[in-house]
């Protein structure tokens, strides 16, 4: 074969007419010899390293995880090269083949990125280099029994695009998490310098992140009504909602009526047991027989809930408006497509609802119980603070029960039983 190839043919030194014709390379053909220098050429082909260095081949996708599947192939094909048509890898990469492409990706990166452990960037860094030729750090758990990845994490640059590539990928996978859980995460495995800068970089450009994060629509708030800030008496200017129902002994419902002062912020509670129109006059006599006839009444007429939503819904209107104008009250109500008007009473219905859950829980109590707890109820909605309390040797705040009385301990101690 040797001969052949360095002499060629004795033929092709006789003229054209004496030249042999037909299929003549089939004649004193060694099979095996040709097998051995196909495998001599692809191993040649195999320990060229430009199959790997290739310095671009991380632009042709936009994902990290592509990005390691390309050179997990590419490796592949490398091994490929090496071995026997027989004993060639198939099939989808395997987790080790996944792992393998991951180093050595970060070793180009590396191999673009520095110059070597004695880098100017990284002066103050215990870097070192194994036997697969990675930077490392030495961190001070270097002696920790655990992976080696954790113990010596892989050293990154902050300004290489597969670096971005790879924190935008963790920060996907772990649930958009925000900077310093993604930091501690990457910590784990690699060593990315700058890399808390480098991270809030990544998380400020996710489009999902930035939706959810974006600074809302600030309005300014107008200014309040003549009836919020006018000089008046307690609950002269008042407004009303109901709340429930509430579950009494023996499956018997009840509702309760909240009236607030537009001025002070004053709250009073009424229990009632049904929701028509003589329950609610007669719960509205009880609140003026203890504070005093109002001006102004502001109300929910009930257009603006649906169905049952509105507890007031069902009451007669007429019959109260007019029960008012012999009082001499009169009765506002706000516009249909304009719940939040009612916003100064909803806050306060939503404090009751909030205390009436972590006392009552599941229990049902007997009408007198229920009073009794809708009375210390109000007394603490009237001794909550009007201003903001900084620290706790300040003079005492301004609250509700400042205008209602002068004895500010409500609370009154329990009866002890014994045995």
């Known amino acids: 074969m040797s001969l052949r190839w360095w002499e060629r043919p004795k033929w092709l030194t006789e003229l054209p007419d004496f030249w042999r014709h037909g299929n003549i390379l089939n004649e004193d053909i060694d099979e095996d010899e040709i097998e051995k220098e196909k495998l001599k050429s692809m191993k040649s082909l195999a320990n060229t390293e430009n199959i790997i260095q290739c310095n671009r081949i991380y632009s042709f996708f936009s994902k990290y995880q592509q990005i390691v599947r390309l050179v997990g192939w590419m490796l592949r094909f ?10 060639r890898t198939r099939g989808e990469l395997t987790f080790s083949e996944f792992h393998k492409a991951e180093l050595k990706l970060v070793l180009m990166i590396q191999h673009e990125s520095f110059e070597g452990e004695e880098d ?24 920790r029994r655990d992976k080696e990845d954790f113990r010596k994490p892989m050293l990154l640059p902050s300004n290489h695009e597969v670096v971005l590539k790879l924190i935008e990928h963790y920060h996907k996978k772990n649930l958009h998490c925000g900077l310093q859980i993604l930091q501690n995460i990457l910590r784990e495995k690699f060593w990315i310098l700058n890399g808390r800068k480098t991270t809030r970089k990544v998380i400020s450009k996710c489009v999902i992140c930035k939706r959810f994060s974006s600074k809302r629509l600030e309005v300014d708030s107008g200014p309040l009504p003549e009836n919020r800030v006018r000089d008046a008496v307690v609950f002269q200017i008042t407004g009303v909602d109901a709340a429930g129902p509430l579950f009494l002994r023996g499956n018997q419902k009840a509702w309760v009526l909240l009236f607030t002062c ?13 929701l028509s129109t003589e329950a609610f006059l007669m719960g509205f006599r009880r609140f003026v027989a203890r504070h005093g006839r109002c001006s102004t009444i502001y ?21 109260i408006i007019s029960h008012g104008a012999i009082n001499a009250i009169e009765w506002k ?28 829980g599941q229990a049902q109590l007997l009408y007198e119980e229920m009073l009794t707890i809708l009375c210390d109820c109000e007394a603490l909605m ?38």
């Open 120 to 143: 100017k960037k990284l002066k103050g860094l215990a870097v070192f280099g194994e036997e697969d030729k990675i930077l490392r750090v030495k961190t001070q758990i270097v002696n």
């Open 78 to 87: 490398k091994n490929n090269c090496l071995c026997a048509k027989e004993e």
């Open 299 to 319: 109300c929910d007429n009930g257009t603006n809930f649906v169905g049952a939503a509105n507890l007031l819904h069902g009451l007669d209107w007429n019959k």
């Open 262 to 274: 537009a001025v002070y912020r004053a709250v009073h509670l009424e229990i009632i047991t049904s």
């Open 382 to 419: 009237n001794s909550r603070p009007l201003t903001y309390v900084s620290e706790s040797d300040q003079i005492l705040p301004i609250s509700p029960s400042s205008f209602l009385q002068d004895i500010k301990e409500w609370s009154t101690p329990d009866r002890c039983y014994r045995p």
């Open 333 to 360: 109500f706000n516009p249909p497509t304009a719940a939040w008007w009612g916003g100064w009473w909803e806050r306060l219905i939503r404090i009751l609802k909030d205390l009436l859950k972590r006392i009552l």
